[in-house]
């Protein structure tokens, strides 16, 4: 009698056991899904913004480009300096970014030898879009110089 008082003791402190640890698995897996989401959503944000950035300042680099190429003719056939036409300069290289579907400034300085062109861009978050973050700004940058090189050389 005392024997079988014994199991059936044993045999419920195992049950109640059991039951202690019932769910602790569960709580593990989803707590390993929300990690591994948060990763993804880093790399999947963070890779988009990083692509953003990228592609903001290669639009930066193409429009200063197009925009160096706006010469003063006046100036140039005369003789008197090559220089880049302000106004044209910076028509060409906000057009650029027009047909791009950014923003930008374009600044001309030393004379009309350089300009620079800054783009400003956004990136729809996918993931951070949970927490409240639904966009992330980005820049590029980029200077163009005017080279020109002298007579018989």
């Given at each position: 009698m005392i024997h079988a008082v014994r199991g059936l003791v044993a045999r419920a402190r195992a049950e109640a056991a059991a039951r202690e640890d019932r769910g602790s698995m569960s709580l593990f897996l989803a707590m390993s899904a929300l990690a591994i989401l948060m990763v993804m959503g880093l790399l999947v944000d963070g890779g988009g913004a990083l692509n953003a950035s990228n592609r903001a300042t290669s639009l930066a680099q193409e429009a200063a480009r197009t925009a160096g190429q706006q010469l003063d003719p006046a100036q140039a056939i005369e003789g008197t300096a090559i220089t880049i036409d302000p106004e044209a300069a910076r028509a060409a290289a906000l057009d650029y970014l027009a047909a791009a579907g950014v923003g930008g400034d374009?600044?001309?300085?030393?004379?009309?030898?350089?300009?620079?062109?800054?783009?400003?861009?956004?990136?729809?978050?996918?993931?951070?879009?949970?927490?409240?973050?639904?966009?992330?700004?980005?820049?590029?940058?980029?200077t163009a110089h005017l080279q020109t090189q002298a007579a018989g050389g």
């Amino acid at each position: 009698m005392i024997h079988a008082v014994r199991g059936l003791v044993a045999r419920a402190r195992a049950e109640a056991a059991a039951r202690e640890d019932r769910g602790s698995m569960s709580l593990f897996l989803a707590m390993s899904a929300l990690a591994i989401l948060m990763v993804m959503g880093l790399l999947v944000d963070g890779g988009g913004a990083l692509n953003a950035s990228n592609r903001a300042t290669s639009l930066a680099q193409e429009a200063a480009r197009t925009a160096g190429q706006q010469l003063d003719p006046a100036q140039a056939i005369e003789g008197t300096a090559i220089t880049i036409d302000p106004e044209a300069a910076r028509a060409a290289a906000l057009d650029y970014l027009a047909a791009a579907g950014v923003g930008g400034d374009v600044q001309i300085t030393d004379g009309g030898q350089t300009l620079s062109v800054t783009v400003r861009d956004t990136y729809a978050t996918h993931f951070a879009s949970l927490l409240g973050v639904g966009t992330i700004h980005v820049d590029g940058t980029a200077t163009a110089h005017l080279q020109t090189q002298a007579a018989g050389g």
